[in-house]
């Protein structure tokens, strides 16, 4: 397994978030992070990626113990992580905000600016755009492209299909399936059901920053009790 988390516990000062959260996560695997909104989802890519460190339990990479570890040396490490605010430069142009991820990160991968403007054409465009001037979803696309400039083995997604057209999420579906071709693999937590079953092979679901079910995605896809019960708004 590439990630391995095991039992652990994240708090947000004295409110206990995540309860004895484990899963496991294969080399290649696309997986999801399924559930309603404040059910523990974002709390677990940020424990993984060191921005809120869990308190109890254990964070494996590659067979690497994260736990304890601060962001930026679990990131040189090869992970990845996008937010659903995106967290670009606002004051520099989407071709700095690619190049400053190049510039600082040790490791390099399949996705250099040009790969990335490949899967995002419409960055091609707004290279000389400030980070300010651009659209939600052209944000997204920089964040994510910015975040495969630093060559990771492992990224992490949040709500990487919010807010996006539908056209749009076609686009991204596609662009998922080709950076796992690359060897990348992939964490996300996101609330649409259908579009998690067109990229992920499995899907983890959390109610109350605990698992409370899993299985692959068409398991999850054809059990109507459980889509009912976790995910139906």
């Given at each position: ?6 039992r ?5 000062g004295?409110?206990?978030?995540l ?62 992580y996008?937010?659903?605010d995106?967290?670009i ?21 399949a ?9 995002f ?6 290279l ?5 001037s ?18 990771p083995?492992?990224?992490?997604l ?10 749009v ?12 071709r ?37 398991a ?14």
């Amino acid at each position: 397994m590439i990630l391995e988390l095991d039992r652990i516990d994240t708090f947000y000062g004295s409110s206990h978030v995540l309860q004895g959260v484990s899963l496991a996560v294969a080399e290649g695997e696309v997986v999801a992070l399924l559930g309603r909104n404040g059910v523990g989802k974002t709390t677990t890519l940020r424990s993984v990626i060191g921005l809120t460190a869990p308190r109890a339990g254990s964070v494996r990479f590659q067979g690497q113990e994260l736990r304890g570890l601060p962001p930026d040396a679990i990131a040189r490490s090869g992970i990845a992580y996008v937010p659903d605010d995106h967290r670009i430069f606002p004051t520099l142009t989407a071709e700095e905000n690619l190049d400053i991820a190049r510039r600082l990160s040790p490791r390099r991968g399949a996705f250099g600016k040009a790969e990335v403007l490949e899967l995002f054409p419409r960055l091609g465009d707004l290279l000389r755009h400030r980070g300010a001037s651009l659209s939600g979803g052209e944000r997204k696309m920089l964040a994510i492209g910015r975040a495969l400039m630093a060559g990771p083995a492992l990224l992490l997604l949040d709500e990487p299909s919010e807010g996006l057209a539908p056209l749009v999420v076609a686009h991204l579906t596609e662009v998922l399936e080709r950076i796992r071709r690359e060897g990348i693999t992939i964490l996300l937590a996101d609330q649409n059901l259908r579009f998690c079953r067109r990229v992920c092979s499995r899907g983890y679901i959390l109610e109350k920053g605990r698992v409370e079910h899993q299985g692959t995605m068409e398991a999850i896809w054809g059990d109507p009790a459980v889509v009912t019960k976790y995910l139906v708004v």
